[in-house]
């Protein structure tokens, strides 16, 4: 049973919906039945140069929030000895 996403032709409201065989699918918000169903950014091809790419993105927000969190602890630290 996939999952598809769609565009109500009656109100233009975009969505995902779960398709059953032999189901009809209409539109949560207005009740239509007139879907145009749109291509999924999920479904496109993996390459190496675009995993690689996400691995660079990933590698960098994990950073960012590693040295966040180091900063929040550096300051605790810091205002825990002052007070005592």
Known sequence: MPIYDYQCQKCSRRFELLVMPRQKPSCPHCGSTGLARL????A?????RTRARSMA???????ATKKEQDHAHAEYLRKHNEDH
Do not use: E, L, N, Q
């Open 39 to 42: 291509f999924s950014p999920a």
């Open 44 to 48: 496109a091809v993996s390459t190496t």
């Open 57 to 63: 993105v990933a590698r960098s927000k994990a950073g």
